[in-house]
């Protein structure tokens, strides 16, 4: 009979090391009417304004302005990623606590691809007709949110 210590790692049916634990991310995406996602992941990708930024266990803390895009949340090989299009926001990371305050965001399942098709022919009107004044940057906006909305509702279609 084998004796486990307390500074032994456990061990499988056949005497090997189980693999240590990997360090993950507590994630937590909100808006402001609900809580979009809640769990661990590996690492996250979003959309900042300063570009895209990942997030790994142990990232420093950071306090960003999140851009209109595409969010990743990698939840690791046993799971699959969790697909999202933000629309802007903020991001806290802490001690491998992630907290994303979006103003929207949709899951990859929950987009209406033909509403985004013509949000977007919509916001390039808008930019056609209105260079150079406010609705101008407006419509810039809206047509990110609504390629990013595409984007992601087509990784969607894309997976096996």
């Keep these: 009979m084998t004796e486990l210590r307390d500074d032994q790692p456990p061990a ?7 693999p240590p634990e990997r360090p993950k991310l507590q994630v937590t995406i909100v808006t402001g009417d609900r809580l979009v996602y809640a769990g661990e992941a590996v690492r996250l990708v979003a959309p900042s304004a300063y570009g895209q930024i990942t997030i790994l266990p142990g990232h420093v803390a950071l306090l960003a302005a999140l851009e209109p895009g595409e969010m990743i949340v990698r ?3 046993e799971q699959p990623d969790v697909d999202l299009a933000v629309g802007g926001g903020f991001i806290e990371v802490r001690d491998d606590q992630v907290i994303v305050l979006a103003d929207t965001a949709e899951r990859a399942e929950e987009i209406d691809v033909a509403r985004a098709e013509a949000a977007r ?3 390039q009107l808008v930019m056609r007709q209105y260079r150079g004044t406010p609705e101008y940057t407006a419509a810039v906006r809206a047509l990110r949110r609504s390629r990013a909305r595409l984007k992601v509702a087509g990784r969607l279609r894309q997976r096996p």
């Design 75 to 77: 939840r690791g090989e």
């Design 12 to 18: 499988d049916e056949a005497g090997k090391e189980a």
């Design 121 to 123: 022919r919509r916001a």
